[in-house]
């Protein structure tokens, strides 16, 4: 009885890793997949920014208006990165952590088989002890029992080995999977905030050049019926880059596509709470990304 006890308390172990894994993988996915939505949601009222700067600019005097376009051009660019960001999140840090459930439905149909085979060997056990004390003279029906129970207890010892190697194997590649998601998670970020930096730095530099005096003088000359006093500073580009073009022009086939995803996006959160349930990882049948 004390190798099922010690067997017990081994298994005890492995089956808290694989209930801990379960709970903490599923909130870990439930607030990165939040995060990637609400960094989502933040591109998407960065684009409505956008065109709306544009629409101001095109209202206002020649000087100002070449400074709003090409300070919108910018945050642009930088929600095209953002954008980016996004779908590396969705694909390398949220869909990872969403199919790693079925790790854990294996792995607990594992321990499942045991508790099976370990509940025959007590069950063996315990009726030889009350052949023992009701038929202590009948050595047939004891050394039958004896030998279920050896034939139970190696069952048990093989099965309790090869849960073993599963849950360490099991535990292993959640160590490896848990070190890439978390590294590719700060690699994206990484990337998102160095490019933004850049962009971020130019507008700042578009902002700072901008000549208010200028400005002035010419709407001065407008409240007196004199038009057409200077010419206002260039555009950056006399031809703007594809990837910013809609926030020139007003149309384009990035914005549009993730103005739809906007949509969908809210038809299907229209009911959700403001904070997002825990993932549950239980029962889940897809096979998980390696």
Not at 19 to 28: D, I, P, R, S, V
Not at 96 to 123: C, D, M, S, W
Request: proline residues 3%; glycine residues 2%.
């Amino acid at each position: 009885m004390s190798i099922v006890l010690s067997r017990d308390s081994r298994v005890r172990v492995m089956e808290n890793t694989v209930t801990n894994a379960e709970k903490y993988f599923g909130q870990l996915c439930s607030l990165l997949a939040a995060y990637t939505r609400r960094t989502a949601r933040l591109r998407d009222k960065a684009d409505q920014l956008v065109k709306q700067l544009t629409d101001f600019a095109n209202t206002e005097n020649p000087e100002l208006w070449a400074t709003m376009r090409n300070f919108a051009e910018d945050l642009a660019k930088v929600q095209d990165y953002r954008h980016a960001e996004v779908e590396r999140l969705e694909t390398k840090v949220v869909s990872p952590l969403k199919l790693y459930g079925v790790h854990i439905k294996q792995t607990r149909a594992e321990i499942k088989k045991f508790k099976q085979v370990q509940k025959n060997e007590i069950k063996q056990l315990e009726k030889l002890e009350k052949l023992r004390q009701k038929s202590p003279l009948n050595r047939q029906m004891i050394s039958q029992a004896e030998t279920s129970v050896q034939r139970a207890s190696a069952d048990a010892s093989r099965t309790t080995h090869q849960l073993e190697e599963v849950i360490d194997t099991f535990q292993k590649q959640k160590l490896k999977d848990l070190q890439k998601i978390f590294s590719d998670f700060v690699t994206i970020e990484m990337v998102f905030h160095a490019k933004a930096v850049e962009v971020y730095s130019s507008a700042f530099q578009i902002l700072e050049s901008y000549d208010l005096e200028r400005d002035l003088e010419d709407f001065r000359a407008k409240m007196h019926g004199v038009y057409g006093h200077y010419n206002a500073r260039p555009l950056k580009d006399t031809m703007p880059s594809p990837a910013v073009s809609w926030a020139l022009t007003g149309q384009s086939t990035q914005a549009t596509i993730r103005s739809q995803r906007r949509d969908e996006e809210e038809d299907s959160t229209e009911h959700s709470a403001e904070e997002d349930p825990v993932q549950d990882l239980r029962g889940q049948g897809q096979a998980p990304q390696q």
